[in-house]
C-alpha cells in the first residue's frame, strides 16, 4: 500500500464529511429540519436504484449512482444555490467550477480527473448516464415538495412554469414517470402551492 496515496485519499474523505453540514432550501417530509447535501444524494442514489426500471435504455445504473453520490461534492466549497434562485444561478457556474478546481486535486492523479470527469458529465446532461441521474436529482426535491404541501415552493415564491422547466429532465430521462409530474404540479397550482405564473 503506497503510504502517500492512501493518505490523499483518507484526506479526501475526511473533507467530503463537510457534505453532512451543507444544508438545502428542502425540508425532510417531517418538515422538522431543512435536509443536508449528503441525505440529498444519498436519498436521490437510492432513487437511481429503485426507479431504474423507468431509464431510458442505455443506461448505466453503477455510473448513475456514481454521479448521484458525487454531483453535490463541490458544494462544500461552492453553497448550495436554490434552483429557484436566478441571481445565484447567474454565478453558480463559475463558483462551482473553482470549487471542482479545489476539491479534486486532493485526490491521487488517477482518481480526481476520472471523477472530475464524472461531475462534469453529469452536469451537462448529454449523456444517457448523466441524464437519469439527473431526472432522479430533480424527481427526489420535487416529491419532498408534494409531501410537505409545496413548502420550499411556497417560500420561493415558485410557479408552474418555473417548476415545469426544471422537471423537463424527468420527461428526457424517465419518460414513463412524466404523467406523474405533470399531474402533481397541476394539483400544486391548484392547491396554491406553486404560483400559476
Not at 19 to 30: E, P, S
Not at 102 to 127: C, H, N, V
Request: negative net charge.
Amino acid at each position: 500500500m503506497e503510504q502517500e496515496r492512501v493518505k490523499q485519499q483518507l484526506h479526501f474523505l475526511l473533507e467530503t464529511d463537510k457534505m453532512k453540514n451543507i444544508l438545502r432550501r428542502t425540508v425532510l417530509t417531517d418538515q422538522s429540519r431543512r435536509e443536508t447535501d449528503a441525505e440529498h444524494s444519498w436519498h436521490l442514489s437510492l432513487m437511481a436504484m429503485v426507479l431504474y426500471e423507468y431509464a431510458c435504455p442505455h443506461v448505466n445504473l453503477d455510473r448513475a449512482i456514481k454521479m448521484c453520490l458525487i454531483h453535490d461534492l463541490i458544494e462544500i466549497y461552492a453553497g448550495d444555490t436554490f434552483a429557484y434562485d436566478a441571481a445565484g444561478n447567474q454565478t453558480k457556474a463559475v463558483r462551482e467550477s473553482e470549487a471542482a478546481d479545489k476539491l479534486y486535486i486532493q485526490l491521487p492523479s488517477d482518481q480526481g480527473p476520472q471523477m472530475r470527469a464524472l461531475w462534469e458529465e453529469f452536469d451537462a446532461m448529454e449523456t444517457p448516464d448523466a441524464q437519469y441521474a439527473a431526472a432522479c436529482d430533480r424527481l427526489q426535491p420535487f416529491l419532498n415538495n408534494v409531501a410537505t404541501d409545496g413548502y420550499t415552493w411556497k417560500l420561493g415564491r415558485v410557479t408552474r412554469s418555473q417548476v415545469y422547466q426544471r422537471m423537463d429532465m424527468v420527461r428526457i430521462g424517465m419518460p414513463p414517470l412524466w404523467p406523474f409530474v405533470v399531474e402533481e404540479i397541476e394539483n400544486a397550482v391548484k392547491n396554491h402551492e406553486l404560483l400559476p405564473e
